[in-house]
């Protein structure tokens, strides 16, 4: 029998490339996005799966929505990966963050205990969480001390998943997902970003790229890699919690000077904190500035993953290192650009 799978923020990147991995694996694909225009579907047309899953409307702040999906739409397995997913609009939206990323994950998981507490679970957590790190590298019993309303929001929905596991016999896992990235990921994410302007760069831009705290360190993998591992987490006999990443950090500096180098540039940094600018040394061009308006009002400096019971549990480990994530990024960009 043909297995079938609900994914919330199908046309988000994660939602692409799970939603691929799942088409591919014979599942029956059905997606919730909160509105249905072309501009939200490019993901899926760009993974030419489009004609391939079905969509229907779904917003995780309308109980009564998301009621009548999931008592209708019986599936083995539910993907909640859509969210209010950008750390620094939750500053300017804190109480639209804490209602979506928080009480909508209590949404769903009350009407899958009412309607289908068979539905196994998957809860879409994250690195940010950890904030103001407690421990280096970051691991599944680590303590929590989030440094954004995304982050606290987030916290919520990770418990709330962990309490119906507990509470209620559901099979409910979160992935603690460090950060993954791809040729897809939005251009207001800074990976993405960096990518995007330093590709108008190599096309003849004159535009530096701005950017805020070079000094910050992230883990950083490719998306593709991560969603085999949520669709590991579902497929063993006993829900947990897993963290997924590289357990290596980079600053974001040097995931610039990656991305440039693979387009023919050879950074030189200068300066520090505000004042730091980076020049291609090949030109003498002024690529990149610092700017205070993208600094965070609460900084999360250092952030790296432990995997090590993703590797033992799940049988799953990162692929893709950074350099070649930078690389693939930079270059789809600048593809796309021609």
């Given at each position: 029998?043909?297995?079938?799978?609900?994914?919330?923020?199908?046309?988000?990147?994660?939602?692409?490339?799970?939603?691929?991995?799942?088409?591919?694996?014979?599942?029956?694909?059905?997606?919730?996005?909160?509105?249905?225009?072309?501009q939200?579907?490019?993901?899926?047309?760009?993974?030419?799966?489009?004609?391939?899953?079905?969509?229907?409307?779904?917003?995780?702040?309308?109980?009564?929505?998301?009621?009548?999906?999931?008592?209708?739409?019986?599936?083995?397995?539910?993907?909640?990966?859509?969210?209010?997913?950008?750390?620094?609009?939750?500053?300017?939206?804190?109480?639209?963050?804490?209602?979506?990323?928080?009480?909508?994950?209590?949404?769903?998981?009350?009407?899958?205990?009412?309607?289908?507490?068979e539905?196994?679970?998957?809860?879409?957590?994250?690195?940010?969480m950890?904030?103001?790190?407690?421990?280096?590298p970051?691991?599944?019993?680590?303590?929590?001390?989030?440094?954004?309303?995304?982050?606290?929001s987030?916290?919520?929905?990770?418990?709330?998943?962990?309490?119906?596991?507990?509470?209620?016999?559901?099979?409910?896992?979160?992935?603690?997902?460090?950060n993954?990235?791809?040729?897809?990921?939005?251009?207001?994410?800074?990976?993405?970003?960096?990518?995007?302007?330093?590709?108008?760069?190599?096309?003849?831009?004159?535009?530096?790229?701005?950017?805020?705290?070079?000094?910050?360190?992230?883990?950083?993998?490719?998306?593709?890699?991560?969603?085999?591992?949520?669709?590991?987490?579902?497929?063993?006999?006993?829900?947990?919690?897993?963290?997924?990443?590289?357990?290596?950090?980079?600053?974001?500096?040097?995931?610039?000077?990656?991305?440039?180098?693979?387009?023919g540039?050879?950074?030189?940094?200068?300066?520090?904190?505000?004042?730091?600018i980076a020049?291609?040394?090949?030109t003498?061009?002024?690529?990149?500035?610092?700017?205070?308006?993208?600094?965070r009002?609460?900084?999360?400096?250092?952030?790296?993953?432990d995997?090590?019971?993703?590797?033992?549990?799940?049988?799953?480990?990162?692929?893709?290192?950074?350099?070649?994530?930078?690389?693939m990024?930079?270059?789809?960009?600048?593809?796309?650009?021609?």
């Open positions: 029998m043909t297995s079938k799978a609900f994914i919330t923020g199908i046309t988000g990147q994660d939602g692409a490339y799970l939603a691929k991995l799942l088409l591919e694996k014979g599942y029956h694909v059905h997606g919730g996005v909160r509105r249905i225009s072309h939200e579907t490019l993901r899926l047309e760009k993974l030419g799966i489009l004609q391939d899953v079905r969509l229907s409307e779904f917003d995780l702040s309308e109980m009564n929505n998301i009621t009548r999906l999931i008592r209708d739409n019986p599936v083995d397995e539910f993907y909640n990966l859509a969210a209010q997913s950008f750390v620094g609009s939750s500053w300017d939206q804190p109480i639209y963050a804490g209602d979506v990323n928080g009480l909508g994950v209590v949404r769903i998981l009350d009407s899958l205990r009412t309607y289908h507490p539905t196994r679970f998957y809860q879409a957590s994250t690195s940010e950890f904030g103001l790190v407690q421990e280096v970051q691991r599944e019993t680590t303590r929590f001390y989030p440094r954004s309303p995304y982050g606290v987030k916290v919520y929905g990770h418990y709330i998943t962990t309490n119906y596991r507990e509470s209620f016999g559901m099979h409910a896992s979160s992935g603690i997902l460090f993954h990235e791809s040729p897809l990921r939005g251009q207001e994410f800074v990976t993405r970003k960096i990518t995007m302007a330093l590709a108008k760069i190599a096309r003849g831009s004159a535009q530096p790229l701005i950017l805020g705290n070079l000094e910050a360190q992230r883990d950083w993998g490719f998306a593709g890699d991560y969603v085999e591992g949520m669709w590991r987490m579902l497929q063993q006999e006993e829900a947990n919690n897993y963290v997924l990443a590289t357990g290596v950090t980079t600053p974001i500096r040097d995931f610039v000077r990656f991305a440039a180098e693979c387009l540039m050879e950074l030189e940094f200068d300066g520090e904190g505000v004042n730091e020049i291609n040394k090949k003498g061009q002024k690529v990149v500035e610092v700017s205070e308006q993208f600094f009002p609460a900084e999360v400096d250092l952030l790296i993953g995997a090590s019971k993703a590797q033992a549990e799940l049988g799953w480990k990162a692929t893709v290192e950074i350099r070649e994530l930078a690389e990024m930079a270059k789809s960009d600048y593809d796309d650009l021609r």
